[in-house]
């Protein structure tokens, strides 16, 4: 039953919504609709149709086994927007809380913790992988749930063929699960079918879909892209030891492998891999889908962030190649009659679930305030189609910036120079252009914010800094003469926030003060997969012709006195055949744990070199290298004078430069030797 006012159709008690499509997008109108309903005072019987959900005798969710095409990431925003309508995703339907985000760029890649007051989640849509177990709970079940008991019913069926009948109401065909095909008059239909069971280029096979443009000829379904995502098993403590809380996104580059979009999400004992790229558009499922999951497995860049793991030794519990919405739908709705979630479109390779929940509350308000008619669905709801296109318009400008930015080494390097002076230098909520590479690798933000953002002037003079430092820093490493190897280039900074607490913290264990403002102070981090005894023992190669780390142009360092990592040692740092040196003498030591050096002679007055090993929550460690000291002064005029040119000539960007390489080599030989760890639960 509905009522028409003035040339509007509304809802009135009593009236019937169908719901096509038990998906989130599917549940959150249901919920909104039935909530908005209850406001005004009206009764509606809504009813989901779904062929893989059924409600039992005692009205509990029973959901048949089956793929739900999702990789399953709750951004930040549709976290507040589930908080704020009191759907609170209880315990056993979240895979894991992230603490980090990790974009991945060629020459060098950009963490990010987690701001205070938002949320990043991982989950599972449905059943699969199927060793999750029976009962294993999923997002999708629990959102219909809710439905269910705001009053929804569930019919078990797939919906075939929609049209009018003579009184202009939708009239759907379903066929059951059981039985024969039927009929089903409302007043309304709210079409949450997704992309995946109507393909765009299979559109004209599709019963419903043409259907539907039978009633709607101006309806376009969603341009597609196809996607390949497939379940890992490597195991919750492999996954604990390389990916602790941490979500990669990565812009790759391969001979082997054409890949424009990638994405880890660990989810408990499984980690789940989102691929996009030429290679999948030309790829033939499921025919393909092996050779193209041993060939990414195998790249240089995977393996370096997932050692060990293999095609052969790591199963595969799931994959499925479903489609992505790039482009929305054009001309969706019609009286009585619209669509919502990736059936109406969705943010590019970002955020599917949001889009899908802002479309829907928009319906549900639109329908119970507004009216059912196309002009009303014109006016509370044609908006979410404009914003779609807009977003994804500006999303193609910013996701063809930020790859040809992270493909190319110089301007990678550029960005993360820029990255790394904003991390030392302001406080999180303060950095220009790490605030707009967390909206991008979060989905934080709208596209059009984060073009506007990456196009104003605060990134713009910080990318000019960066950009000074970034040739400064090459020419410094190519008169020094450091050579990377294979040596991975890892962000060493320490955000400006955790500055204090760190120096603190690795003075307290060796019973030292360390002086509050040294004329030359620098200070390093780096997480290394290792146990403390062998990072302690690439430690003790400090001044030995076997060590990688701290290979100088125009410097000599070598141990001259006592044995590695022994109290007593001294290293010695002489130029060329020149007759200045400076000792540094090994102070205190802290088997497996810390080694304090003071150096003394020809340079400074007084000084610390230190290293901390600290174990991390993921069961690796954290190497912390800190060096400070105070320039000589000189007593006469001359002196005085010779001392300030001698201090401009060793500026602290050449330390930077310097110990960052010897800090990524530590890192890259202690986890050379450290391939012990298999993957396994």
């Given at each position: 039953?509905s009522?028409q006012?003035?040339?509007k159709?509304?809802?009135?008690?009593?009236?019937?919504?169908?719901?096509?499509?038990?998906?989130?997008?599917g549940?959150f109108?249901?919920?909104?609709l039935?909530?908005q309903?209850?406001?005004?005072h009206q009764k509606?019987?809504?009813?989901?149709v779904d062929?893989?959900?059924?409600?039992d005798?005692?009205?509990?969710?029973?959901?048949?086994k089956?793929c739900n095409?999702c990789a399953?990431?709750?951004?930040?925003?549709?976290?507040?927007?589930?908080?704020k309508n009191n759907?609170?995703?209880?315990?056993?339907?979240?895979?894991?809380?992230?603490?980090?985000?990790w974009i991945?760029?060629?020459?060098?890649n950009?963490?990010f913790?987690?701001p205070?007051?938002?949320?990043?989640l991982?989950?599972?849509?449905?059943?699969?992988?199927?060793?999750?177990?029976?009962?294993?709970?999923?997002?999708?079940?629990?959102?219909l749930k809710?439905a269910?008991?705001?009053?929804?019913?569930?019919?078990?069926?797939?919906?075939l063929?929609?049209?009018?009948?003579?009184?202009n109401?939708?009239?759907?065909?379903?066929?059951?699960?059981?039985g024969?095909?039927?009929t089903?008059?409302?007043d309304?239909?709210?079409i949450?079918?997704?992309?995946?069971?109507?393909?765009?280029k299979?559109?004209?096979k599709d019963?419903?879909?043409r259907?539907?443009?039978?009633?709607?000829?101006?309806f376009?379904p969603?341009?597609?892209?196809?996607?390949l995502?497939?379940?890992?098993?490597p195991?919750s403590?492999?996954?604990?030891?390389?990916?602790?809380k941490?979500?990669?996104?990565?812009?790759?580059?391969s001979k082997?492998i054409?890949l424009d979009h990638?994405?880890?999400?660990?989810?408990?004992?499984?980690?789940t891999?989102?691929?996009v790229?030429k290679?999948i558009d030309r790829?033939?499922?499921?025919?393909?889908?092996?050779?193209i999951?041993k060939?990414?497995?195998?790249?240089s860049r995977?393996?370096k962030i997932?050692p060990?793991i293999?095609?052969?030794?790591t199963?595969?519990?799931?994959?499925?190649s479903?489609?992505?919405?790039?482009?929305?739908a054009?001309n969706?709705?019609s009286?009585?009659?619209?669509?919502v979630?990736d059936?109406l479109g969705?943010?590019?390779?970002r955020?599917g679930?949001f889009?899908?929940?802002i479309?829907?509350?928009?319906?549900?308000?639109?329908?119970?305030?507004?009216g059912?008619?196309?002009?009303?669905?014109?006016?509370?709801f044609g908006?979410?189609?404009?914003?779609?296109?807009?977003?994804?318009?500006?999303?193609?400008l910013v996701i063809?910036?930020?790859?040809?930015a992270?493909?190319?080494?110089?301007?990678?390097?550029?960005?993360?120079?820029?990255?790394?002076s904003e991390?030392?230098?302001?406080q999180?909520d303060?950095?220009?252009?790490g605030?707009v590479?967390?909206k991008?690798?979060s989905?934080?933000?709208?596209?059009k914010e984060v073009?506007?953002d990456?196009?104003?002037?605060?990134?713009?003079?910080?990318?000019?800094?960066?950009?000074?430092?970034?040739f400064?820093?090459?020419?410094?490493?190519l008169f020094?003469?450091?050579?990377?190897?294979?040596?991975?280039?890892y962000?060493?900074?320490?955000?400006?926030?955790?500055?204090?607490?760190?120096?603190?913290s690795?003075?307290?264990?060796?019973?030292?003060?360390?002086?509050?403002?040294p004329?030359?102070e620098?200070m390093?981090?780096i997480?290394?997969?290792a146990?403390?005894?062998k990072?302690?023992?690439?430690?003790?190669?400090?001044?030995?012709?076997?060590g990688?780390f701290?290979?100088?142009?125009?410097?000599?360092i070598k141990?001259?006195v006592?044995l590695?990592?022994?109290?007593?040692a001294?290293i010695?740092y002489?130029?060329?055949?020149?007759?200045?040196?400076?000792?540094?003498?090994?102070?205190?030591?802290?088997?497996?744990?810390?080694l304090l050096?003071?150096?003394s002679?020809f340079?400074?007055?007084?000084?610390k070199?230190?290293?901390?090993?600290?174990p991390t929550?993921?069961?690796?460690n954290?190497?912390?290298?800190y060096t400070?000291?105070?320039?000589?002064?000189?007593?006469?005029?001359?002196?005085?004078?010779?001392?300030?040119?001698?201090?401009?000539?060793?500026?602290?960007?050449?330390?930077?430069?310097?110990?960052?390489?010897?800090?990524?080599?530590i890192k890259?030989?202690a986890?050379?030797?450290?391939?012990d760890?298999?993957?396994?639960?």
């Open positions: 039953m009522k006012i003035k040339g159709l509304l809802l009135k008690d009593g009236s019937r919504v169908l719901v096509l499509g038990g998906g989130p997008a549940s109108f249901a919920i909104h039935l909530r309903a209850k406001k005004t509606i019987n809504l009813s989901i062929r893989r959900m059924a409600l005798s005692s009205r509990q969710i029973q959901e048949f089956g095409f399953g990431i709750i951004s930040p925003r549709l976290q507040k927007e589930l908080i759907i609170i995703l209880p315990s056993e339907v979240i895979c894991e809380k992230f603490t980090h985000i991945h760029g060629l020459w060098k950009f963490p913790k987690v205070a007051g938002q949320t990043i991982s989950v599972f849509r449905g059943t699969l992988p199927s060793k999750r177990g029976e009962g294993a709970n999923g997002l999708d079940a629990f959102l809710k269910v008991e705001l009053g929804a019913d569930i019919i078990t069926g797939e919906a063929s929609i049209q009018y009948n003579h009184l109401r939708p009239l759907v065909m379903i066929k059951p699960s059981l024969n095909k039927f089903i008059e409302s309304f239909a709210c949450c079918t997704g992309v995946n069971s109507n393909l765009e299979e559109f004209k019963s419903f879909s259907s539907f443009q039978k009633i709607n000829p101006l376009t969603p341009k597609v892209r196809p996607t995502i497939f379940e890992l098993k195991g403590r492999y996954l604990k030891k390389y990916m602790h941490e979500m990669y996104v990565i812009v790759s580059k082997k054409d990638i994405v880890l999400i660990p989810k408990g004992e499984y980690l891999v989102s691929l790229g290679s790829a033939s499922f499921p025919e393909d889908t092996g050779q999951i060939i990414f497995m195998s790249l995977i393996q997932l060990d293999t095609f052969k030794n199963p595969i519990a799931c994959t499925c479903p489609n992505m919405a790039v482009a929305p054009k969706s709705f009286d009585r009659i619209a669509m979630g059936a969705a943010r590019l390779y955020d679930l889009s899908a929940f479309s829907a509350q928009a319906l549900a308000q639109t329908v119970i305030h507004k059912v008619d196309q002009k009303s669905l014109e006016e509370g908006w979410v189609t404009k914003w779609l296109k807009t977003d994804n318009r500006y999303g193609r063809n910036m930020v790859q040809a992270l493909k190319s080494p110089l301007i990678n390097r550029i960005l993360y120079q820029t990255f790394a991390m030392k230098s302001k999180q303060k950095w220009p252009l605030s590479l967390w991008f690798g989905g934080d933000a709208d596209y073009f506007r990456f196009t104003r002037g605060p990134v713009f003079f910080s990318t000019l800094t960066g950009i000074f430092k970034t400064r820093n090459i020419f410094t490493e020094f003469g450091l050579n990377w190897e294979t040596y991975g280039r962000p060493t900074v320490i955000i400006r926030e955790k500055r204090n607490y760190i120096k603190e690795i003075a307290t264990p060796l019973g030292i003060e360390l002086d509050a403002s004329e030359m620098r390093y981090a997480k290394i997969r146990s403390s005894q990072i302690f023992t690439e430690l003790g190669k400090f001044g030995d012709p076997s990688k701290l290979r100088i142009r125009f410097v000599d141990r001259t006592g590695p990592n022994q109290k007593g001294v010695r002489s130029i060329g055949i020149l007759p200045i040196y400076m000792d540094i003498l090994l102070a205190k030591t802290l088997p497996g744990k810390a050096y003071k150096p002679g340079f400074t007055e007084q000084g070199l230190l290293f901390d090993i600290t929550k993921d069961g690796n954290r190497l912390v290298l400070a000291f105070d320039f000589r002064k000189g007593k006469s005029l001359l002196g005085k004078i010779f001392w300030k040119l001698f201090k401009k000539i060793f500026p602290g960007y050449a330390h930077d430069v310097v110990w960052n390489h010897a800090i990524c080599c890259g030989e986890e050379k030797k450290h391939s760890e298999l993957p396994g639960p």
